[in-house]
């Protein structure tokens, strides 16, 4: 028997890998923000980037395309970002904050235009 491929899972995995990243780092700015070490001008433009992802993870589910496309938007921003404010280590910063964004996104895209090629 022929297994039929199906076209949800890069949309799910597109959607779990976004949701818990941006959740995560929303969740570790917000400590960096109102705890003892406060956030800086990145600091704070590193939280509005990581709640825009999380926005766009739930509107991933009305919209798929524009979320997909949203996310890597926002994971060059990530790149734009730690270009401007780190030190050192651009490549390895933007790994670790921006390359999951860009994956889930094109994960979201794929997933769509599977989807629509049906």
């Not at 600091?43 to 979320?67: E, K, N, P």
Request: glycine share 12%; charged share 10%; proline share 2%.
């Amino acid at each position: 028997m022929e297994r039929m491929f199906t076209t949800n899972w890069p949309r799910t995995a597109g959607r779990l890998i976004g949701f818990v990243v941006s959740v995560l780092s929303v969740i570790l700015m917000a400590f960096g923000l109102f705890g003892d070490i406060g956030l800086d001008t990145g600091g704070f433009l590193m939280l509005s980037l990581a709640a825009m992802a999380l926005a766009s993870c739930i509107v991933s589910y009305w919209r798929l395309r524009l979320a997909g496309i949203l996310l890597v938007l926002i994971s060059i921003a990530f790149g734009v970002q730690i270009n401007v404010y780190a030190i050192d280590n651009h490549f390895f910063a933007w790994v670790i904050m921006g390359f999951p964004y860009l994956v889930a996104g094109a994960l979201m895209i794929l997933g769509w235009w599977l989807e629509r090629k049906g």
